[in-house]
């Protein structure tokens, strides 16, 4: 465990309570990760498409009274266009909602899951929504790592069900040497950025995006070393749902025709304009 200078203590203790602040918090939110219906029931139905979000700064969150999330916004500018309804499932643990995907309990899965060769043979994938890279997180200061190969011999974090699990393990073959993963099955990467942040963890991998959306409620963090180059973010269907992607991919073609609201929606969230990215 490193040493706390004493000057920095008072806000380490401010982030604990943060912390614990967030851990009540996702235990109340995890009743919203359990499966809107139950496994013997039906999913909504009709025209109705019931949607896992994961619940991040990026993707999906709430302030006060407010729903936001570039992929929430999205969504429901997409279903503004179209006449589809959509039914929004928060998820907090991305296991689960990969495998409400798969049972048919979900039509679409949106989360911070890179697509992958191998996850395409699992799921379908729409478009790249947008580009996001996998970072490093560990806290500012004289021990901080600089390189990839200073990982080695230690151990990072990352969320269940993520394929960074994969990516980790790749980027030990790469360098050489074992670099240790441990997979969380409570947290997201959000609660793991809360973590670094106290000291109860070293390092964690999260998406560019989401260390970049905590960087002013968390300034200690160093988010600069690179794990993987750019990686599309998709949404994704069950393998047997080609046609459903097919639609989510012509939908976000016609929205992506709305030049003006189009961008505004990326610049709130990222700052800038993506390329366009469709297929």
Known sequence: MRRQQPARRAQ????????????AFMVALSLCDRPAVSPNERPSGGDTLDIAIEYSPVTYYTY?????GYNYDLLRMISGNTGVPMKFHPVVTLEKALAGLEDGRYDVLVAQFPMTAGDTSRFEFTQPIYIDQ???VQR???QSIHSQLDLAGDTVWVVKGSPMASRIASLSREIGDTIYVHVDELYGPEQLMMMVSTGEIRYAVVN?????????RLPNLDRSVAISLSQFQSWMVA????????SLNRWHRQAQLDTASYHALQRRYFGGIFPTLAR
């Not at 380490?12 to 967030?22: D, Q, R, S």
């Open 208 to 216: 560019r995006s989401i260390a970049r959306a905590m960087a002013s």
């Open 12 to 23: 380490m203790i401010l982030y604990i309570v943060l912390l614990a602040v967030v851990v």
């Open 64 to 68: 006060d009274d407010t729903l936001g």
């Open 134 to 136: 996998q970072v490093l």
């Open 239 to 246: 393998k047997e749902r080609s046609g459903l992607c097919d």
């Open 140 to 142: 500012r200061g004289s």
